[in-house]
């Protein structure tokens, strides 16, 4: 551990963007807060969580298709026996993109529930999407509206302003772009986030970074990792010795004859961030 105390990932743009969020909060009725199903702890920024007290809160989680559901819901059952609204979905699912929208629906701020017991035209409830980098914003955004509103790519940091997107007359949506944490105590969540795409890999060295998630891939999805890879690889194993397997397997060679173990991490990183090697949960269930 003593490798990750260093590190640090709040650039300039990503102050801007928390100051947004805060000066936007006033004029807001609902926060959607999204994260990543695979990260059900680690995706949620606790300083925005902070900021946003008081509001009404639907706490959304992206990337359902690509996240151990029977794990989430161990992790999350917490929250929804408390009566919090929870939901993992795909983003690009019309079904669960239809339930989010009749939920949402339902959900009135005190000025609104003023207007409707006086008679009056209900105003549009104003709600304010926020969550860290990469994790679906945009998507959920463009689904929402039924067409591209929201600027997307697979990639941290994109979104760098905030963006007011009518879903309709009863709805309207802001869109701020990914703020994490100036410094995460626990280091190792910053690092999962890099596994997971939602922070530059360039955070830690390559070879670590390939080193801890093929270590957590050996000890916690095992069958999808040999499957993925047509490898007979085992918990004892050690990080070299399963890329090395994995670069032979995929005939990954360099001119000469050795074998590129390289291209191997870079595979399974690239492939563990698409979902290639299975559904997963990179957090556990809290004690």
Not at 32 to 57: C, M, T
Not at 180 to 198: M, R
Not at 257 to 268: E, F, K, Q, S, W
Request: hydrophobic content about 40%; aromatic content about 8%; proline content about 5%.
């Amino acid at each position: 551990m003593a490798a990750y105390q260093n590190i640090h990932w709040f650039p300039g743009h990503m102050k801007v963007a928390f100051d947004e969020i805060k000066k936007l909060l006033p004029q807001i009725d609902l926060v959607i807060e999204i994260g990543d199903a695979r990260a059900p702890l680690s995706s949620f920024n606790n300083l925005i969580e902070k900021v946003v007290e008081g509001k009404k809160i639907a706490r959304i989680y992206s990337k359902k298709d690509l996240c151990d559901l029977k794990k989430f819901e161990e992790i999350t059952k917490s929250d929804i026996s408390q009566g919090k609204y929870v939901k993992a979905l795909d983003f690009k699912n019309k079904k669960d993109i239809k339930e989010l929208t009749d939920f949402l629906s339902t959900i009135k701020s005190s000025k609104q529930e003023k207007y409707q017991r006086l008679g009056l035209q209900v105003p549009a409830t104003r709600a304010l999407i926020v969550g860290i980098p990469n994790v679906g914003k945009s998507t959920l955004i463009n689904s929402l509206v039924g067409k591209k509103k929201a600027s997307v790519a697979n990639k941290p940091g994109h979104t760098r302003a905030p963006q007011m997107i009518k879903v309709s007359d009863k709805f309207v949506l802001f869109d701020t772009p990914g703020v994490l944490e100036p410094n995460y105590q626990d280091k190792q969540t910053i690092v999962k986030l890099a596994w997971l795409g939602s922070v530059k890999t360039e955070i830690l060295p390559i070879e670590e970074l390939t080193d801890t998630l093929i270590t957590f891939l050996l000890n916690n999805y095992l069958n999808n990792l040999n499957i993925r890879y047509s490898t007979n690889l085992s918990p004892i194993n050690q990080p070299y010795e399963a890329f090395e397997a994995i670069a032979q397997s995929r005939k990954f060679v360099l001119p000469g004859g050795a074998l590129d173990i390289n291209r191997a991490r870079m595979t399974v990183l690239k492939e563990f961030q698409e979902g290639a090697i299975g559904k997963v949960v990179v957090d556990n269930v809290k004690a």
